[in-house]
């Protein structure tokens, strides 16, 4: 079963603009994160935030967590045509143990 | 370091036909995991594995689906006999409990089943 929904289902931005996805889930976790998938391959991880941590920094990624509202936001900063990919929230109830990811958002950026 | 390595990479069966991927996980890492991917859709676990260890099959379709991992290293997903609705990508992934704290999981690129 999936754990929640990642909103908007695609977005489509022009390179440089920034592109935000959420993502929500429903049970208590231990960590979230973000992964990033080009068509026809696997996913790469992309950063991990846990639950005691409310603002997670990577290059030009922006992860906030807020356990309260059981929600996450990922944002990418002066997008590139190379992030055009899809995205996807993952939870962990522990660490090591499964994940269970969202949906996923399709994001393009157009050049 | 070497990824995830999966094989084959793509594979076409006639539904009730048996097939099998295979999975070698990052040298170290003790725990590998097997997702199933349909189309538009995010991962789904399969299996998770522990050393040698199943920890989680509980979504496993124990009647047609089997995976094994003998010596803690290699792992193999059999399904028999297969179904047009396990058309999917089967991705492997694998951590090691240092990694999984800070830098999530190491996903294979996956071997992409067609089902016809």
């Known amino acids: 079963s999936q754990q929640g929904e990642e909103d908007p289902q695609a977005l489509s931005i022009q390179e440089g603009e920034n592109a935000t996805m959420n993502c929500s889930y429903k049970t208590s976790i231990n960590n979230l994160q973000w992964y990033r998938q080009n068509s026809g391959r696997g996913l790469v991880h992309l950063i991990l935030?846990?639950?005691?941590?409310r603002e997670k920094h990577s290059g030009r990624l922006r992860v906030t967590l807020d356990t309260s509202k059981k929600s996450s936001s990922l944002l990418i900063t002066a997008s590139r045509a190379a992030d055009t990919a899809s995205y996807f929230c993952?939870?962990?109830?522990?660490?090591?143990?499964?994940?269970?990811f969202g949906q996923g958002t399709e994001l393009s950026v157009k050049p | 370091e070497a990824g995830v390595a999966q094989s084959p990479r793509y594979k076409i069966i006639e539904k009730r036909q048996s097939v099998a991927f295979w999975c070698n996980p990052i040298s170290g890492h003790a725990t590998l995991y097997w997702y199933q991917q349909i189309l538009g859709q995010g991962p789904k676990l399969l299996i998770q594995?522990?050393?040698?260890?199943?920890?989680?099959d509980s979504q496993l379709p124990k009647d047609r689906f089997s995976a094994e991992r003998l010596k803690g290293v290699d792992s193999t997903l059999k399904i028999q006999p297969a179904k047009l609705e396990d058309s999917a990508v089967y991705l492997c992934a694998s951590t090691s409990l240092r990694q999984s704290g800070e830098y999530g999981y190491t996903f294979g690129s996956g071997t992409r089943l067609t089902v016809v």
């Open positions: 594995f522990q050393n040698n260890g199943v920890v989680d």
């Open positions: 993952a939870t962990g109830n522990f660490q090591g143990g499964k994940l269970i």
């Open positions: 935030i846990r639950s005691n941590e």
